[in-house]
Every structure is written in structure tokens, then in C-alpha cells.
């Protein structure tokens, strides 16, 4: 029986405190350094994918980034980020969605951040979809930054089968229309005390 993605997201943000899922972080360090890295200014439009309750969008625009959007398929995790953030998250966009058929702007975004969204994505199918949104919402010369588990990190994560990556295979997932900048691992720590293997990927659009 297939799983309603949604409905799964919907129960996980519902049963589980913001800082109590694996993934959680209070700042994205490595994802901030390599937005920086970009070198784009502070009026350019920057996408954090998956972004629900992630802390980005609050450090972005606490830095000083005037065009910040986030995308959930959670409500839940949006409303969770919304409160958190308070009178700022009006100039935030947010949509919920699931990315593989979000309308999105195009050609709109400077930056397309995902951290542990894409490595969900099992069929091929849906990468490709995804890789097309990508292409067609990006910028030419814009950033796009990918973040999934690395070829050390866990086989499952919230109860559902993922894909891991090395910067080959998951810069060879979107082609050479991308130019690899970039690439690192890094251990997360989690809340409950064990590490995952992330990988960086820092790309480029030509």
C-alpha cells in the first residue's frame, strides 16, 4: 500500500517536538557557509526546500536576506516555523507542497537549498521531477545547494526507505546543466544522541 507522503509528514511534526526529530539542528552551520560561498547578495531569492521547521529561514533573515521562501508538505511544520519566527515570517513565502508538483516561480531563485528532502525521493520518477523543478525555477548562474545522507549515513529515516549519495552519483542525478562547486560530509549529531553521515553539495547552473 503506498504512503500518503503528506499524511506521513502531517503525523511526524504532530507526534514530535521541533529539536526531538533526527535532523534537528539550531542552525544550519554548513548549509549557512556554503550560502555565503555563493557569494549572492542580500536582495537575491533564496528557497529552502523542506525548510518546515528548519531554522534557515529564521537566520536568513536575520542576516539580512530580504527574499527568503520556504516549502513543506507539512502545514504542521510550517505553522510551527511561522510562530517561531513571529512578525518576520510575513516576509517569508511559504508554500506547502510536495516539491515534485509545486507551481513554483520560474527562473525566480538564486539559491535552492535542500537538506534531507531529495535522498526520500526512491523512484526515479520523482527525481526527475524534482530535477526539473529545479531547472526550471533556478536562475541560469544561480546556486543550487543539496544536502542528503551520505554513503555512511542511515538506510531509513522516519520510517521510510531513503537513498544515500556520494557528490558523483548525487551531482550525477541532475547532469551537467550543473557545475559541481563544491562537495563535504559531516557528522550530525542528533537529539538522541546518535550521528548520521550528511553530504554537501554546493552546484552550480550553467
Partial sequence: MAIDKKEHWEKVYGDKAPDAVSWYAPHLETSLNLIHQANINKGAAVIDIGGGESTLADDLLSGGYGDVSVLDISQK????????????????????????????????????????????????????????????????GGYVIMSTFGPEGPEKCSGLEVIRYNSENLHGQFGKTFKLIDSSTELHHTPMGTTQQFLYCLCRME
Avoid at 511561522?82 to 513565502?93: E, F
Avoid at 516539491?99 to 520518477?125: C, N, S
Avoid at 523543478?133 to 541560469?140: A, E, G, I, P, T
Fill in 77 to 140: 511544520a510550517i505553522d510551527v516555523a511561522r510562530a517561531r519566527i513571529g512578525k518576520r515570517a510575513d516576509m517569508v513565502h511559504w508554500y506547502c507542497a510536495d516539491i515534485t508538483q509545486a507551481a513554483l516561480p520560474q527562473g525566480y531563485f538564486d539559491v535552492w537549498h535542500d537538506r534531507a528532502v531529495f535522498h526520500f525521493l526512491t523512484e526515479e520518477a520523482q527525481r526527475a521531477r524534482y530535477v526539473e523543478q529545479v531547472m526550471r525555477s533556478v536562475k541560469h
